[in-house]
Nanobody
Framework: QVQLVESGGGLVQPGGSLRLSCAAS????????MDWYRQAPGKQRELVAT???????SYADSVKGRFTISRDNAKNTVSLQMNSLKPEDTAVYYC???????WGQGTQVTVSS
C-alpha cells in the first residue's frame, strides 16, 4: 500500500533553514507529480510547492525564492529545502503524490525565536 513518510521538521529561529524529506513507497514514484502542502493551526491546508515528473517546479508566492523542491527518483524521495524561514511558515508539512488519496503524518515546522 501507499506510504509517504515525512521527516526533517523541527524548531528553528527566524531566518534559519530546514530540509524536509519525504520517502515514498507503494507507488511507481517516477510517474507521479509530487507536492508539498502545509497546514497551520486553524487554517486550511495549502499547496506550497510542486515538482513534475520531468523536474519542473512551481511555488506558492509566499515561499517563492526561499523554498526549493527536488526529487530523487532513484531513492523515491522528494525534498523541500526551506531557507530564510519566517514565523508564518510554522505549520505541519505534508508531501503528496498527485491523484493519490493518501496523507502521511506530516512533519512539524516551528519558526520562533
Amino acid at each position: 500500500q501507499v506510504q509517504l513518510v515525512e521527516s526533517g521538521g523541527g524548531l528553528v529561529q527566524p531566518g534559519g533553514s530546514l530540509r524536509l524529506s519525504c520517502a515514498a513507497s507503494g507507488i511507481i514514484f517516477s510517474l507521479y507529480v509530487m507536492d508539498w502542502y502545509r497546514q497551520a493551526p486553524g487554517k486550511q491546508r495549502e499547496l506550497v510547492a510542486t515538482i513534475t515528473r520531468g523536474g519542473s517546479t512551481s511555488y506558492a508566492d509566499s515561499v517563492k525564492g526561499r523554498f526549493t523542491i527536488s526529487r530523487d527518483n532513484a531513492k523515491n524521495t522528494v525534498s523541500l529545502q526551506m531557507n530564510s524561514l519566517k514565523p508564518e511558515d510554522t505549520a505541519v508539512y505534508y508531501c503528496s503524490a498527485r491523484g493519490v488519496n493518501y496523507w502521511g503524518q506530516g512533519t512539524q515546522v516551528t519558526v520562533s525565536s
